[in-house]
Structures are given as structure tokens and as C-alpha cells.
């Protein structure tokens, strides 16, 4: 019986001490960024011509999806926004996209579209489509987004630039 104490005690040991080990190649791991930060002119950013309403694009990393008045709008991340007309859920069509820099969450109640544009919170008029308004933009409501991995040793301020994507290392 001493045996059988003596042989679990020794595993016990042994995977105590292989987590501790793994625990800090992951923390030496994280050092490093896998992502680097695209930026964008902080008054180019704010402007009128940064939300747009454009031709349909290609769906390639949705994010979050709304419906509302037979219409869903599906995330870009940090692009904009996908407008789908499903007015006949057997025929669903491309009606556009509205470009958003730094885009991943969206709200909508009424006509208006709230979203976060990086880090500013911004409300849309989209009673026309075609024709989306900023109505409303508080500035640097949220934090600079974090890259995908969260590793904070990527991020890298720089003075009158905002960054609105993260591309692969």
C-alpha cells in the first residue's frame, strides 16, 4: 500500500511541475505580437467621407448580426457593415455595404445605427440607405482596440493616428 502513496505522491509531483513549467513558455509566448496595428489620419478618420455607403462586398470575418425591417445588417470586423435585403428569406440579396472604420458592434433602434468607430461611438442616419449621416459622434468614448490575440505589448500609440484594423505578423 506504501507503494501505491508513494508512486501517486511522485506523479503528483512530476504534473505540479510540468504546469509550472508550460504556464511560463505561454507567458514567454505572449511576449511576442502576432499582429500589427493599421492605422488611420485622425481627422481623416472623423470625416464625412470615412462612412459611406458602397457597393456590396465579400463576406470574409462577419461579426455581429442585427435584424431589423427585413433587413440584416452583418459585421465586417473592423470594416462596416454587410446590408442584406430579406424582404423574401428564399432570395436574399446584397443591398450594399457601409464602410466603418474600426467596426465590431452595432445597435439599431428606429433609423439610427449606433456603432463604435475605433474608439469613437458614433450614431448613423440610415432612414436612406445610400445616404448614411453621422448624426452623432462622441470621440474617444472607448479604448484603442486590442489586437485579436489581446497581446498588450502589440499596441503602439501614435500621436493623431487611430488604429482601425490589426494585420497578421
Not at 108 to 129: C, M, P, Q, R, T
Amino acid at each position: 500500500m506504501k507503494n501505491h502513496y508513494s508512486i501517486l505522491l511522485l506523479l503528483f509531483g512530476y504534473f505540479c511541475f510540468n504546469s509550472c513549467q508550460l504556464t511560463g513558455v505561454e507567458d514567454r509566448f505572449h511576449d511576442y505580437p502576432n499582429y500589427k496595428p493599421v492605422y488611420m489620419d485622425a481627422s481623416t478618420f472623423r470625416s464625412d467621407a470615412a462612412i459611406q455607403f458602397k457597393e456590396p462586398q465579400p463576406l470574409l470575418e462577419p461579426g455581429k448580426i442585427y435584424y431589423k425591417n427585413r433587413k440584416i445588417f452583418i459585421n465586417e470586423k473592423y470594416k462596416g457593415i454587410h446590408v442584406l435585403d430579406n424582404s423574401d428569406p428564399e432570395n436574399t440579396s446584397k443591398v450594399g455595404f457601409i464602410e466603418i472604420p474600426g467596426n465590431i458592434d452595432i445597435a439599431i433602434k428606429g433609423s439610427v445605427l449606433y456603432v463604435d468607430s475605433s474608439v469613437d461611438f458614433v450614431a448613423i442616419d440610415i432612414s436612406n440607405l445610400q445616404e448614411p449621416k453621422v448624426i452623432k459622434r462622441i470621440e474617444n468614448m472607448f479604448p484603442a482596440p486590442l489586437p485579436p490575440d489581446g497581446n498588450m505589448n502589440a499596441h503602439n500609440d501614435k500621436k493623431g493616428k487611430i488604429i482601425i484594423d490589426w494585420e497578421d505578423l
